[in-house]
């Protein structure tokens, strides 16, 4: 059994791991799936067969894997609820579309074993966070699944944190080691980075988890940055009776980021953010989208002069945060929810599930020195005590989990805001001139002042959307009607002049890169059944906006 490659690089040297063969049989079982099974490649979403373009129900996915002893199988993303069963045994449930999750079974036979993978893209009353909404929930197993053969114990989690020391960096390290074996085991936990290393003995509980903190002292390494994105291994390996048992590998960057007053400094440098929204979607590929077109999507954002990238609404391939990591794009990162009012919010799930989904996203990609900020609750009921209240929650939460890094959220622009004095930085969705006609600048200022008499004055503010609409080939160089790729183009202009300019805000992010599909739901607000603000199509063709944008975030400071 070879090493998989679900990242850009080998996780693993001593683990065996392969990724699971591509073709797939898929059944789909409720109404209005198909009438017999199909061969379907994984990762994929269904809706990319033509037979199953608006499906919403179960798709149950099977496939023959060669495996034995202690298997993990790691499932990359699988929307939106999933259950996986090895030879007709359920080995766990997962809830949520964007963060992986394991599946363990234990003492299994070597030979050929049937794994079945049952993912539900249903609405209903078992699934709080997800609802039709202004981007589609796609179905199926769109990220990749591997199948790994363990020894008795392995490496969980490593997470790195980096600190700025007189002596120069220091990596704080976090291991989490799980013992499969039912007796209590000593084993020794060795991590180097840059060079330097760290050894700790530790007690392995029974059927239990260890953790253990070790610290390197790296004082050569370079930092960090979007101009100069130096990256460094980390290693960690498991020995139990002296000889390697497992290992974890990940890539870090040195850096530090923090906010002071209305800036937020990146290794104490001001950050002045020129950016996009990007939903992880790509025409007829749908949510799983492939490494070459993560790869075009940065490179197309970085030719319009970006240097951030916002994931709207939920956690990001892995593989993508390792493209901003290797090229210096900054990422602002946040746990799957939008657009929820208090009602939505009261739903006895939201807060469990919404707990669970931000704390798997944090401990899986905490090590990407490309995500500068977490966020969470885009567009929620800021406005009521009760909303207020979830989102101090969360915020807590984030900080709980990861100290080192500040905390958003992107407000509606609508006034009652209760959490500004809250946040890290302020951030708020502005739509001047296209869902309402006021000047770009009136439209900033009073939102300004009401951030500032709401408690949030003195921090840094960031216009996390602003933006207008345009059907990609409609043309109106006269009458420059709403949807005409001139008119999106004028209002953008005019939106990021101003917001680039104004001395209190510290960064736009433009709704948005490229269009995305919407649930038929949104229809009728959006034409062709898309949300059509992005600045190219989705399948990247530019529209008349991508040179305004390319003109102004290369010459505006």
């Known amino acids: 059994m070879k090493n998989a490659m679900d990242r850009l690089f080998r996780t693993h040297e001593i683990r065996r791991s392969q990724e699971c063969a591509p073709l797939w049989t898929l059944t789909t079982p409720d109404a209005g799936g198909m009438d017999r099974p199909e061969t379907v490649v994984v990762p994929g979403v269904w809706e990319s067969h033509p037979a199953l373009r608006g499906y919403r129900g179960r798709g149950v996915y099977e496939q ?30 997962h809830y949520g579309a964007y963060t992986a999750f394991e599946a363990i ?5 070597p030979g050929l074993h049937t794994l079945r993978v049952e993912a539900d893209n249903r609405f209903g009353e078992h699934s709080a966070l997800h609802m039709p909404n202004d981007y589609y929930a796609y179905g199926g197993i769109h990220r990749p699944v591997l199948v790994e053969e363990l020894d008795s114990a392995y490496i969980a989690s490593c997470l790195v944190t980096p600190v700025r020391t007189p002596e120069g960096w220091r990596a704080d390290c976090r291991v989490s080691v799980r013992n499969l074996g039912d007796r209590q085991t000593e084993a020794a936990i060795c991590v180097c980075v840059a060079g330097q290393r760290a050894e700790k003995t530790v007690l392995l509980p029974a059927n239990g988890t260890a ?9 050569d390494v370079r930092a960090w940055s ?3 994105p130096a990256l460094y291994t980390v290693c960690a390996t498991l020995l139990i009776d002296g000889q390697p048992a497992d290992d974890l590998i990940d890539r870090i960057g040195f850096r530090d980021v923090r906010t002071e007053g209305k800036r937020i400094l990146l290794n104490g440098k001001a950050l002045r953010l020129r950016g996009f929204n990007r939903h992880e979607e790509y025409g007829g590929f749908g949510l799983a ?32 945060l390792d493209l901003c990591d290797e090229l210096g794009m900054l990422v602002w990162e946040e746990s799957h929810v939008r657009g929820f009012d208090e009602q939505r919010m009261r739903h006895p799930l939201f807060m469990p599930q919404l707990r669970r989904c931000t704390r798997e996203m944090v401990e899986q990609h905490f090590n990407h020195p490309s995500v500068f900020i977490w966020a969470s609750l885009n567009e929620c009921a800021d406005d009521t005590a009760f909303g207020a209240a979830c989102y101090r929650e969360i915020f807590s939460l984030l900080r709980g989990l990861d100290g080192s890094r500040p905390v958003t959220a992107a407000l509606l622009e609508r006034p009652g805001g209760q959490v500004y004095g809250d946040c890290d930085a302020v951030s708020v969705n502005l739509y001047p001139r296209w869902y309402h006609d006021i000047p770009v600048r009136q439209a900033v200022d009073r939102k300004l002042a009401e951030i500032s008499a709401g408690g949030g004055g003195g ?22 009607d709403k949807w005409s790729e001139e ?30 599909r919407v649930d038929e739901s949104w229809a009728v607000h959006r034409p062709k059944t898309r949300n059509n603000k992005g600045v190219v199509d989705e399948y990247r063709r530019p529209k008349l906006a991508y040179a305004v944008v390319k003109e102004l975030f290369e010459t505006m400071e």
């Open 211 to 219: 953790q253990a903190g070790l610290s390197c002292l790296c004082p």
């Open 459 to 480: 921090k840094p503010v960031i216009v996390s959307e602003i933006g207008a609409g345009a059907i990609y080939g409609f043309h109106d160089p006269f009458g420059r």
């Open 64 to 93: 023959a894997v060669s495996c034995g002893g202690n298997v993990r199988f790691l499932l990359g993303g699988v929307s939106f609820a999933a259950k996986v069963y090895l030879d007709g045994e359920l080995l766990c449930e």
């Open 105 to 109: 079974a234990r003492d299994v036979a």
């Open 289 to 320: 989208v492939p490494l070459e077109a993560m790869m075009q999507d940065i490179q197309l954002m970085r030719d319009m002069g970006a240097n951030c990238v916002r994931t709207c609404h939920y956690p990001n391939d892995p593989r993508f």
């Open 487 to 516: 008119r999106q183009a004028d209002i953008l202009r005019e939106q990021i002049t101003e917001v680039l300019r104004h001395p209190d805000l510290c960064g736009i992010l433009i709704w948005q890169f490229a269009d995305v």
């Open 226 to 228: 979007p101009e100069e």
